[in-house]
Each structure stands twice: as C-alpha cells, then as structure tokens.
C-alpha cells in the first residue's frame, strides 16, 4: 500500500492542473456556451510570461505571478471576449471552434517572436518551496509531500470552493447561467449579458494562467507541446463532466494524473503498454467520453429562441459575379497557370522549385479540407493523421514487400478512407463541438500509439525513401518530374472536387448543412452522406500525404501530428474553405510566406502561422475567409465600373446646334 500511495501522490500536482484546467473549460461553457479550444494557449501564455519575468527580467516570483496571472489571464480573456467571441452567434458552432483553434495555433507562434527564442527553465513554485518537504502522508517514509504537491492541492480546492459557491449561491452565478442560454434575451430582461459574459471569460482566463503557472515548476522547460497535452486531458475530464458539473470534472482530472503517474510506476518500460498505451491514456478516456456520454451528443443543440435572426454566410464569389467578370476572371487564371508551369519548367530557382512543389502537396491535403468542411459543413482535427495513414503504409509496402512506392501510395489513400470512414461511423451521433473532439482524440491516438511505433515509423527518424522504390525519377535536382507529377495529381484531384461540388453528393451535402432535420425530411440518408464525404476527404489527405512524404524524401511522425491537422484547418479558413481556389491558395501562400520568413530573424520562423491565425479570427463576420472576402470587394468594383461603363455607353448623345 505505501508504494501505490508512494506512486500516486506525485501525479496530484498533475492531476490539480488538469482539474483547474477542466473546471475552467466548465466555466466558459455553461456561463458563455463557447468551448475555447484556445484555452491551453491561454495557460501557456501565462506560464511563459511568468518564467520569462522571473529567468530574464529578474523580477521576484509573487511580482511575475501577478502579471502574469491577475493581470494578463482575466486581460486575455476580456479580449477574447470583447473583440471575438462575443461577436460571434449563439448557434455557429463552427465560428467558435475556428476562433479556439486559431488562438491554440497563434498565440504559441506568437510568443517567440515577441519575447526571442529563449527558453524558459526552473519555473519557480508560486506558493510553498519545490524543495521541502513539508510532510509526510499518513507518516509513510515513501510519501513525502513537497511545495509543489503542497501549492497545486490547495489552490485546486480554494478554487473549486469559490466557483460553486458563485455560481450556485449568488445572483451573479444566476446571471451567468442564464446568459449561456441567450445573452439577447438576458439583455430583454434588462439584464447587461456583455458585463455578465465579460466576468465569465475574466475568471476563465484567471483560471487558465493558474492552471499554467501550476504545471510550469513541473517540467524542465515552458514548452507548447506541454500544454497542448494538459488541454487534451483537460478536455476528456470536462467530457466526463458533460461541460457542466464542474465537481465531476475536477475529480476526473485529479483521477487522469493519479492513475497516469501511478501507471508509470508498475508498467514495465520496455513494455508496449509503457510506450504506447500509457502516453494515449488521456485521449482513450476522451473517446470513451465521446461515446458512452449520452449528454455530449447534445452539446450543440440550441436553446437560443433569438437564433432565427442570424443571417445566412454569402455565397462563394464565383457564384455571384457578373458573367462579364466571370470570363475576364477564368481567363487571368489560365494565364496565371501558363505562366505559373512555364517558369517552373524554365527559369525558376532550384530552391523555390521546391518550395512551391512543396505547396503544391499541401494543396491537395488542404482539398480534404474544401470537400469535408466548406461543402459538407463537418470539421475534422484529424486530416494530417489521415495523410499519414496513407504515407506510412506506402512506406512500409515498399520497405518489405517492394511495392512501387506510389502504388503503396494509392493502397494508403484507400486505407485513410476506410479510417476516416470508421471514425465517421463510430461518431454519427456527434455534431460540431463533439464531432471535432472525436477527430482530435483520433488524431492524438495515432499519434501517441501508432506513428510513434518504431514498427510503422521506423524510430523516430522516419523512413527515408529510395529512389528504386518510385520508378520515376522524381529525385532529379531540377524538380521538374516531380512538378508535372504532382500538377496532373492536383488537377485531377481538384476536379474530382468540383465534380462533388456541383453534383448530386454536393447538393445533398449542402442541403445537410444547411439543416439535417430539414434534409432528413426529403430523403436523405444522413448517415450514409457522412460516411461517404468522410472517406473520399480521406482518400484525398492520404494522395497529399504521399506526394508530401515523396517531396520531403522522408515519411517522419512529426510531419502529420495532431498540430499540422489543428494548423491546416486554419489555413484553409483564412484562404477560403469553400472553394477549390481556396485549397490551392492556401497551400501555395503557406509554403512562399514560410520561405520568406527565412530571410528573417529566426524569432520571426512562426509568424506564417500567425499571419493566417489571425485571418482565421475572422471567420465568424466572414465565413467566406479574408481571401475570398477581398475577391468579393474586387469583384464589386469591378461590377460598379462595369455599370458606369455600360451607363455611359448607353447614354443618348446631345445633338449639335
């Protein structure tokens, strides 16, 4: 019994983060109905602020917490609120989701760029010494109980005290509850729902910066990827929670970062269950959250009476054009593509060959994204996993079996469309939110227990790809094979899309996301149409996938993890989701504006993904991406001058005297 306590107590400072965590995840759901996906960058923020002050400005620990704690997490989440959430609708789930994951992509990139690339080490404990031992458990000698033990238990109560006794016992927390319901309709009662929501998102955000000055003293360094893995065990606690019982969320976290230390400790480390299974726990918990939590598959039912109001998104441009402009439109883009294949072919340099081979793999992946989100309407954490379902398998059929490595490569596109299939049949009861933490959960369990195998990745180097294995020879210094490969393939990829856009799948799809209930009453079979979408994105992310890995010349576990599915669904939305231009504009801009950077301070080697995070922050006032909306403003002064045109041409002309 003292070795099972001696084991457990080290995961409750763990187990406290991942519960405040959770609880703040609760308390921005029920008072605010917004699911902030962006809520372990918040905690990051706050960290890395305070280890930043304390390591480089040299400021004491209880001046450094108060900054970044009191002062920048209630700041953080007032912004959020008063500039981005709060402008976006009750029901448009998806606008939120977005905005979250925007925040969880930029704000990490953001830093460094800010502060340099230091890093932050020997985060201090906020409240009691790391290095005491204050006590020992129950008097056993192998249960001390230090400072950081000691700091996490008592804040994780005092917290968790003072929200419910807020939100159950003062007219406040009343407030707060009702606003999640209708902020619009609070506001009839004369309520002020944007003071209401405002102190919601304050306290959150507190929460959030506590959360992560809490796990700081923890690891050896404030790192991203540290946060992310807190979120994500945070999110299956919330889950269990069913967002809402933030007692229940609080014990199911402190229970993930007991049982997961206390694992640790009796499985051996050889073992596949040490290396595989030990490191997925949290997200096996969230999909079995996912899946036997009937109150999940409800999540984005709404309960707004105001929600008719809300204005339908604008169609895509080329819809709505003038036939005039229309021609003059599609005729620049064939020039822009002779153009583009005649300097590829000809003058370009080597290195930006490569750059824009490059982009030209991203772009078929992001078409997963186009056919699944922008026409489909469902969103997916999971396609850079899917890219890599494909990759791995056609390295590993060329590796033992001598397959013609792109063969293997259409093998895996099959293989990633009977993947994304499975994932779409074992969530056919999840909608929006639950949709997209089903995704995330697939996402993390490939990339925790199968792409870290050395079996299918071949370590954590990769497996390099020979030039005997392709049969073309798309290794040629001038990249040129490689270009007119992967051109033909976006093209026909492409067109594969547009024929589903203007098909008849595409019309069902539409009609789907436009309303489920009101598609079911006509016939459609919802399921099958969800199944089907889902596959053929599949297939589509692992065709990009195999072209990326031939590109790339290796097939590694960190060129298709988790952040890259979060990271191009973002792109995408800032481009343009909708619209097969969008796909290639944002594989295309991604690569050009990443090389170009290289030309810059390597503080500044992130900034790509700022740039489009902050586009996609948009997403709500502008569903059609910030590329598509200045087409849309071109095209009308287009229209307008075409107009004048057209008046003048048409105007009587005054005789002379």
Known sequence: MEQLIGFAVPGIPYGCAYAVFAVGLCLTYQTTGVFNFGYGAQAYASAFLFGWLVDYQGWPSWAAFM?????????????????????????????????????????????????????????????????????????????????????????????????????????????????????????????????????????????????????????????????I???????????????????????????????????????????????????????????????????????DASTDPLSSVDPPPPPPVARARAPQIDRLVRGGWWVLLAAFVVSMLTWMPRGWETVLNQGLAYSVIFLSVTLLTGTAGQLSLAQATLAGVAAFTAGQLALHLGLNFLVGGLVGAVLAAGVAAVLALVSLRLRGLGLALMTLAAALLFGAAVFSSSAVSGGTGGIAIRASWLGLDLFAPDGHTYFVLALVVLAVCASAVVLVQRGTVGRLLTAMRGSELGAAGIGVNFPFQRVLVFALSGALAGVGGTLLAVQQTVIAPGQFNYQLSVAFVVVVVTTGVGSVEGAIQAGLGLVVIEELLQYAPTRFDGLAFVLFAAGAL?????????????????????????????????APVPEGP
Do not use: C
């Open 229 to 299: 893995t807190l979120m994500v065990a945070a999110i299956a606690a919330a889950a269990w929670a069913v967002l809402r019982s933030m007692p229940v969320a609080a014990v199911v976290g402190v229970l993930l970062g007991v049982v997961g230390v206390t694992l640790q400790g009796y499985l051996p480390t050889g073992s596949i269950w040490y290396s595989a299974v030990l490191p997925a726990l949290p997200f096996i918990v969230l999909v079995a959250a996912l899946l036997l939590v009937p109150g999940l598959r409800r999540l």
């Open 67 to 227: 900054v970044a704690v009191v002062v920048l997490g209630p700041g953080l989440g007032l912004v959020l609120d008063r500039f981005l959430f709060r402008r976006i609708p009750s029901t448009h789930t998806t606008a939120k989701i977005v905005t979250g994951l925007s925040l969880l992509v930029g704000i990490p990139a953001l830093l460094p760029v800010v502060f340099g690339n230091g890093n932050v080490v020997g985060v201090p404990s906020i409240a009691f010494n790391p290095d005491t031992v204050y006590f020992h458990l129950f008097g056993m000698a192998l249960v001390p109980v230090n400072g950081i033990d000691l700091s996490a238990a008592v804040f994780t109560v005092a917290i968790l005290v003072v929200l419910v006794l807020l939100l159950r016992t003062t007219f406040l927390g009343l407030e707060m509850r009702a606003a999640v319901e209708s902020r619009r309709l609070v506001q009839l009662q004369g309520v002020d729902g944007d003071r209401v929501t405002a102190t919601a998102w304050a306290m959150s955000g507190l929460m959030a910066g506590l959360a992560g000055v809490l796990l700081a003293p923890m690891e050896a360094t404030v790192q991203s990827q540290d946060y």
């Open 618 to 650: 948009t997403y709500a006032a502008h569903p059609e991406g910030m590329v598509e909306l200045q087409k849309r403003r071109w095209t009308a002064r287009a229209e307008r001058v075409l107009l004048r045109h057209r008046s003048g041409a048409a």
